[in-house]
Structure formats: structure tokens, C-alpha cells
């Protein structure tokens, strides 16, 4: 601690490599060249590679936080719409329509 009241206590952020910023671009690029543009918002990993990409920019940001919020509560909505039914079909506990 420096003493100083201004002096934050979170330590500083290093410089992000070259590959730490390929990997979810090319992860997302992956993606993107098997969904179209208007489904993507449910894919998981390209959810989380645009997430990766906006923590390596941005994790240090007030919003870090909320974001982080967010992204988990759309993945358990796409989770819940899309595999929870899956997964009570396969044990028998389909819902009845």
C-alpha cells in the first residue's frame, strides 16, 4: 500500500500478447463459418470467445463486472431453452405437450 487514497489496489494489467487476442478471434471466426450471423447469440463458444475478447480489452472497467453477470445468465437462458430438454428426455422426464 502506498499511502496514497487515489492509488487502486487492484495491480496493474500486463500487455496483452498477439495470441491471447488470435485465439478467441479465430475461435469466433470458426464459429462464424458454420452459423449464420443471426444464431450466433446461441452459441456458447461464441458467446464466451466475444466475452474472452471483451476481458482482454476491457477487464479492468467498472462494467468488467456486470458483463460477466450478464454473459453467465445468457449462457444458463440458451442452456435452459435449448439443452435442459435434451437432457430430461434422455433420464424420461420429457414434458408433456
Request: proline share 7%.
Amino acid at each position: 500500500m502506498t499511502g496514497d487514497p487515489g492509488a487502486s489496489a487492484l495491480p496493474r494489467r500486463r500487455p496483452w500478447s498477439r495470441w491471447e487476442f488470435a485465439l478467441p478471434l479465430m475461435a469466433l471466426a470458426w464459429r462464424l463459418s458454420w452459423y449464420p450471423l443471426g444464431t450466433v447469440w446461441r452459441d456458447w463458444v461464441a458467446v464466451l470467445a466475444l466475452y474472452w475478447i471483451f476481458t482482454i480489452l476491457a477487464g479492468r472497467t467498472k462494467a468488467w463486472p456486470v458483463v460477466t453477470v450478464l454473459v453467465a445468465l445468457g449462457l444458463a437462458l440458451v442452456y435452459l431453452h435449448r439443452q435442459l430438454p435434451l437432457s430430461l428426455d434422455s433420464v424420461e422426464f420429457g414434458i408433456q405437450s
